[in-house]
């Protein structure tokens, strides 16, 4: 059991590439999700997803597109990166409990810190 | 607006000392109240988390925090801390709006401690 992962660990990109950043997770959680960390500012929400087929708006989308053709995957692209996009990207699923929450306990990965020159 | 403020943005203590880490939130509706803990270089891990019932909440390595809706709050304590809890932790609401699901993270507060 394999938990959260995400691949790459690191990238590098320069202004203007795209890439996609990778998450899978091997829990059967039908929540998953993506946030960016950057200094004094927390975790910000940029794109949820609720089961294969389903996706939303977080807090923070511009610029970031995602699909959900599986379960299990959830990938993260830049089509047209730039340097406001440096930040550290964490993927997490969760599962739903005794609340109305669909996931009460989010399972993070182990991130992916990128760079854009 | 919906928010999450730890008002502390380090905090030092001795090992053995008691802790308590300060949260506030604004929130419209009940509070789902969380708080995650993140080591260097990791990924966050749930320490505990509170919906309903009884305010005081215990979660795992000895952590516990207290609801208290008058003062919209949801501080973290530990009486006695250890070397290894020095981390940066990490105080979450979660909710639904108009059938959107939001999870807000405060900005963490990082913690140091002595030997």
């Known amino acids: 059991n394999a938990g959260v992962t995400q691949t790459p660990k690191f990238q590098v990109l320069k202004t203007g590439q795209s890439m996609t950043l990778q998450c899978a997770q091997d829990?059967?959680?039908?929540?998953m999700s993506w946030y960016r960390q950057d200094p004094g500012m927390g975790l910000r929400l940029i794109h949820y997803s609720v089961g294969a087929g389903i996706t939303d708006q977080g807090e923070v989308p511009n610029g970031y597109n995602v699909s959900r053709s599986t379960t299990e995957d959830f990938p993260l692209r830049l089509l047209s990166a730039a340097p406001s996009q440096t930040s550290v990207y964490f993927c997490?699923?969760?599962?739903?409990?005794?609340?109305?929450?669909?996931?009460?306990?989010?399972?993070f990965g182990p991130g992916t810190r990128l760079l854009v020159l | 607006a919906q928010s999450v403020t730890q008002p502390d943005i380090h905090i030092t203590v001795s090992e053995g000392a008691s802790l308590e880490l300060r949260c506030n939130y604004s929130?419209?509706?009940?509070?789902?109240l969380f708080w995650y803990v993140q080591s260097p270089g990791q990924g966050l891990q749930l320490l505990l988390k509170?919906?309903?019932?009884?305010?005081l909440v215990q979660g795992i390595k000895g952590f516990e925090a207290e609801f208290k809706r008058s003062q919209s709050s949801f501080n973290l304590r530990k009486p006695s801390v250890h070397w290894s809890d020095a981390a940066e932790y990490f105080c979450a609401v979660g909710g639904t709006t108009s059938g959107t699901y939001k999870y807000i993270f405060g900005t963490g507060t990082r913690l140091k401690v002595l030997a």
């Open positions: 929130y419209g509706a009940t509070p789902y």
């Open positions: 829990m059967n959680h039908e929540y």
């Open positions: 997490a699923s969760g599962s739903p409990g005794t609340s109305s929450l669909v996931a009460e306990t989010q399972y």
């Open positions: 509170y919906f309903s019932g009884d305010t």
